[in-house]
Nanobody
Framework: VQLQASGGGLVQAGGSLRLSCAAS????????MGWFRQAPGKEREFVGA????????YYGVPVKGRFTISRDNAKNTVYLQMNSLKPEDTAVYYC????????????WGQGTQVTVSS
């Protein structure tokens, strides 16, 4: 699976950004899609994920209530809508994919930088 993330940039605290991740190479509706992030000097952190059907997205505690994951299976794309951004949200954001039957995300995109200024 090839994953291409886009939509990162510089935004002021309190602002919003929407990231996109386009997938190819496998039937998109077979895949659980996840978002992760990694800030400088920190470990990679789970942001959230969404099931193949798009139901029941779930989120990491730091972003719950501010970020929303959605997907468009017709466009082979998953989205991460980020609202009420905080400086601590600054990181490289990665999309990842796995099959429902596997536990580990074994396909990763190249990452897109999100910088939130105070």
């Amino acid at each position: 699976v090839q994953l291409q993330a886009s939509g990162g940039g510089l935004v002021q605290a309190g602002g919003s950004l929407r990231l996109s991740c386009a997938a190819s190479g496998r039937t998109f509706s077979d895949l659980v899609m996840g978002w992760f992030r990694q800030a400088p000097g920190k470990e990679r952190e789970f942001v959230g994920a969404i099931s193949p059907s798009g139901s029941s997205p779930y989120y990491g505690v730091p972003v719950k209530g501010r970020f929303t994951i959605s997907r468009d299976n017709a466009k082979n794309t998953v989205y991460l809508q980020m609202n009420s951004l905080k400086p601590e949200d600054t990181a490289v954001y990665y999309c990842a994919a796995r099959l429902v039957t596997t536990r580990a995300y074994d396909n990763w995109g190249q990452g897109t930088q999100v910088t939130v200024s105070s």
